[in-house]
T-cell receptor
Framework: AQKITQTQPGMFVQEKEAVTLDCTYDTSDPSYGLFWYKQPSSGEMIFLIYQGSYDQQNATEGRYSLNFQKARKSANLVISASQLGDSAMYFCAMRGYFSGGSYIPTFGRGTSLIVHP | GAVVSQHPSRVICKSGTSVKIECRSLDFQATTMFWYRQFPKQSLMLMATSNEGSKATYEQGVEKDKFLINHASLTLSTLTVTSAHPEDSSFYIC?????????FGSGTRLTVV
């Protein structure tokens, strides 16, 4: 079975500082994909970053980077230079197990990030 | 990029009525659509997976007769909440696989009064 664990229910960060949101995963598949999504209070799910299990380098997208440690099965999201607009729920997810012709995604419980001015 | 359009974004209905939520893939063909329900400050709860032209696969504990899912074409999937009750009030969001990832609709806030 696949599992995503986010152990931080809530995080606080000062504006302009960096913050790391933790994510560990468990899977027996050698090939998998890991994602981070941002969900502001409006409810939309915004894709932030993707890391493939065979990617040699850590993924980066602007202020977002993914600290991928395969041996530790961790895929932490690093947000540099936090902005007030970064306040939201953040979900770590895995392109999950294959069933019925599709990959069923697995989501973590989420981390609520609040950026203080 | 791949876009999923979800409507309505917000709906209020009377107890006992039915509500239909639509998700359309605008610039790609969504063979599979995932339907989620989300309670405040909680994660997404997968309700069902629909594949175009076949019956949806429901997760354990989800009432098939209450949450009717239809995926009649490669660009349209619908979720109908039948005989809605106040406990069905929630945030519903759809998602489709596009490339290596998942793209989401903007969600529907359903309030049953």
């Amino acid at each position: 079975a696949q599992k995503i664990t986010q152990t931080q229910p809530g995080m606080f960060v000062q504006e302009k500082e960096a913050v790391t949101l933790d994510c560990t995963y468990d899977t027996s598949d050698p090939s998998y994909g890991l994602f981070w999504y941002k969900q502001p209070s409006s409810g939309e799910m915004i894709f932030l970053i993707y890391q493939g299990s065979y990617d040699q380098q850590n993924a980066t997208e602007g202020r977002y980077s993914l600290n991928f440690q395969k041996a530790r099965k961790s895929a932490n999201l690093v947000i540099s230079a936090s902005q007030l607009g970064d306040s939201a729920m953040y979900f770590c997810a895995m392109r999950g197990y294959f069933s019925g012709g599709s990959y069923i995604p697995t989501f973590g419980r989420g981390t609520s990030l609040i950026v203080h001015p | 990029g791949a876009v999923v359009s979800q409507h309505p974004s917000r709906v209020i209905c009377k107890s006992g009525t039915s509500v239909k939520i639509e998700c359309r893939s605008l610039d790609f063909q969504a063979t599979t659509m995932f339907w989620y329900r989300q309670f405040p400050k909680q994660s997404l709860m997968l309700m069902a997976t629909s594949n175009e032209g076949s019956k949806a696969t429901y997760e354990q504990g989800v009432e098939k007769d209450k949450f009717l899912i239809n995926h009649a074409s490669l660009t349209l999937s619908t979720l109908t909440v039948t005989s809605a009750h106040p406990e069905d009030s929630s945030f519903y969001i759809c998602s489709a696989m596009a490339g290596e990832g998942y793209t989401f609709g903007s969600g529907t806030r359903l309030t049953v009064v």
